[in-house]
T-cell receptor, first 114, second 111 residues
Framework: GAVVSQHPSRVICKSGTSVKIECRSLDFQATTMFWYRQFPKQSLMLMATSNEGSKATYEQGVEKDKFLINHASLTLSTLTVTSAHPEDSSFYIC??????????FGEGSWLTVV | EDQVTQSPEALRLQEGESSSLNCSYTVSGLRGLFWYRQDPGKGPEFLFTLYSAGEEKEKERLKATLTKKESFLHITAPKPEDSATYLCAVRWWDTGNQFYFGTGTSLTVIP
């Protein structure tokens, strides 16, 4: 069964609005979750590491004010894309570190900004 | 220089035609090497974790092996449902939580 649940799977929003994506760890208490972005036919790009109860750690080049991450509990992290623009349209995937040093991914969320 | 390289970029096989995918890495101090399968429009699905040279893992028609500088994902007698992109990711001891992904091999199995 699924280890990580992500919602919504698809969302369309208007340019200038904000959209929130949820990531839930179903099998593990996750002090750390990861947010990735993936462009068509490209590999996963780590955006940020979400830390429960503290600030997220962002990768170089990722705007922390645009991609707000909140990790309020051991099972939930959220990614909010603020003031979205068409270039933010992408596939966003979260992941959770499970047992044995392995990370498990959610099903991903398709964001389309129109 | 890419730290994780996958080859080939794309592979087309006839059903039943066995082959191997390659993942090579350039940095020492491996903490783990991971294989994932990704179907179009879906998140990656975990397949295997390998930790040390000589280790092998199997699951149905897939077998993953690891040497000091590369890993192979062997596909035996593939079926059309094995068609997907196969991603390799590497984690090193001195890079904390960072996973480095290859660009993947897109596998198509033709009936």
């Amino acid at each position: 069964g699924a280890v990580v649940s992500q919602h919504p799977s698809r969302v369309i929003c208007k340019s200038g609005t904000s959209v929130k994506i949820e990531c839930r760890s179903l099998d593990f208490q996750a002090t750390t979750m990861f947010w990735y972005r993936q462009f068509p036919k490209q590999s996963l790009m780590l955006m940020a590491t979400s830390n429960e109860g503290s600030k997220a750690t962002y990768e170089q080049g990722v705007e922390k004010d645009k991609f707000l991450i909140n990790h309020a509990s051991l099972t939930l992290s959220t990614l909010t894309v603020t003031s979205a623009h068409p270039e933010d349209s992408s596939f966003y995937i979260c992941s959770v570190q499970g047992s044995g040093n392995t990370i498990y991914f959610g099903e991903g969320s398709w964001l389309t900004v129109v | 220089e890419d730290q994780v390289t996958q080859s080939p970029e794309a592979l087309r096989l006839q059903e039943g035609e066995s082959s191997s995918l390659n993942c090579s890495y350039t940095v020492s101090g491996l903490r783990g090497l991971f294989w994932y399968r990704q179907d179009p429009g879906k998140g990656p699905e975990f397949l295997f974790t390998l930790y040390s040279a000589g280790e092998e893992k199997e699951k149905e028609r897939l077998k993953a092996t690891l040497t000091k500088k590369e890993s192979f994902l062997h596909i035996t007698a593939p079926k059309p449902e094995d068609s997907a992109t196969y991603l390799c990711a590497v984690r090193w001891w001195d890079t904390g939580n960072q996973f480095y992904f290859g660009t993947g091999t897109s596998l198509t199995v033709i009936p």
